[in-house]
């Protein structure tokens, strides 16, 4: 089964990089929570092609089965349908456990809550459990959101911004449940002495996104929206930011979190640091996908963050990572994957 000409570019893309950098996972197991998803899909391929042998866990709640179908003829490839906030025993040795396990779209908190909360709270503390057993390392998948509707003084926020959170909002299933999840796996480091480390992660877009209807994640949906022909909803005025990260950036900068001796008990901001506006971004899904469609305003959401923007300085120490890719040019893979998706 073939891939998707943007994922097997990027894919290689990501490949390149990781062996200029001299970061490999070959001969390594890993297990990866919630890889049949958009960023653990993607994660899977390039660890398989790496050489890595991977155990990839998924319950499909918001992962699609055929995101890593092309994996299993592949020996190194194993998928196991399982929901990590119930117990897991896996047979054999691990070196590494990646815990992306979790809905992560806004249109979920309103359906979801309990599911999203049991995800980052017991499946987090199970893959803990897991990786205390074998001597593994661990990186957990984060959010910007524990930084909630962040203090301007704080934008762009660093990793010792504590955040202003809603725990009663309908975010909070979500911006809790990670800020939880967090500070389970501190626990781990403090008490067991694991070797776990935290990748707050910034919206990130690119081939395999789902748009998940209208009150999905913005890109998304303003891309399914403009090559439908419909007109593209703006919650608010649209003058609210967000930093989007292309999917080949972000997951680059997790596996370089990931296989660092250097990042044990350290969160690390991964996002691209250029502010845009919901309103740019509207415009610039209407110039990737050639259309024209109206733009309609609808009423801001509760609890909806006016800014979003990493300080990404720990992680250029700590990594050597940085983003490369504009909006403008991660739209285009995107677009080609939304358009074939449709066709
Ligand atoms: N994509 C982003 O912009 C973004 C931003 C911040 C944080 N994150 C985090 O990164 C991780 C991956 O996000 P994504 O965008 O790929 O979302 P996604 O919904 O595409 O992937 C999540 C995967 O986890 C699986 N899953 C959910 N609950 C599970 C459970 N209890 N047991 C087993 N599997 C379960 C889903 O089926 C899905 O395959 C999530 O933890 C998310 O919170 C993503």
């Not at 709270?121 to 199970?126: A, P, R, S, Y």
């Not at 967090?182 to 781990?188: G, K, P």
């Amino acid at each position: 089964m073939a891939l998707h000409p943007s994922i097997a570019s990027g894919v290689s893309e990501i490949l390149s990089r990781l062996g200029d950098a001299k970061v490999s996972f070959a001969g390594q197991r890993v297990l990866v929570t919630g890889g049949a998803g958009f960023l653990g899909s993607w994660v899977c391929d390039v660890l398989v092609a790496q050489g890595a042998e991977v155990v990839c866990l998924d319950n499909l709640s918001s992962g699609l089965a055929t995101h890593v179908a092309h994996l299993h003829e592949r020996d190194e490839f194993t998928f196991i349908e399982h929901d990590i906030s119930q117990p897991y025993y896996p047979e054999g040795g691990l070196d590494c456990v990646l815990h992306l396990a979790s809905r992560a779209s806004p249109m979920e908190f309103d359906k979801h809550p309990i599911s999203i909360l049991k995800a980052n709270t017991l499946g987090i503390w199970i893959a803990l459990g897991i990786a205390k057993a074998k001597d593994a390392r661990v990186m957990y998948a984060s959010t910007s959101e524990v930084y909630g509707d962040p203090d301007p003084r704080f934008v762009p926020s660093p990793e010792t911004y504590n955040g202003n959170v809603n725990p009663v909002g309908v975010r909070g299933c979500y911006d809790e449940a990670k800020r939880c999840g967090e500070a389970f796996v501190i626990a781990y480091v403090r008490q067991h002495g694991l070797n776990a480390r935290i990748a707050r992660i910034f919206n990130t877009y690119g081939p395999r996104i789902r748009s998940e209807g209208i009150y999905g994640r913005a890109l998304p949906r303003f891309l399914d929206q403009a090559i439908s022909g419909k007109p593209i909803t703006i919650f608010g005025t649209g003058e609210q930011t967000r930093s989007f990260t292309y999917v080949v950036d972000e997951v680059e900068g997790l596996l370089r979190l990931a296989a660092t001796d250097n990042a044990k008990g350290k969160v690390v901001n991964i996002g691209n640091t250029v502010e845009r506006s919901i309103l740019d971004l509207a415009r610039a899904v209407q110039a990737a996908s050639g259309t024209e469609v109206d733009l309609v305003f609808e009423p801001l959401p509760d609890d909806d963050p006016l800014r979003r923007c990493p300080d990404i300085t720990k992680a250029k120490q700590i990594l050597g990572w940085e983003p490369t890719v504009t909006l403008e040019e991660g739209l285009v893979p995107t677009v080609a994957w939304f358009r074939d998706q449709s066709a």
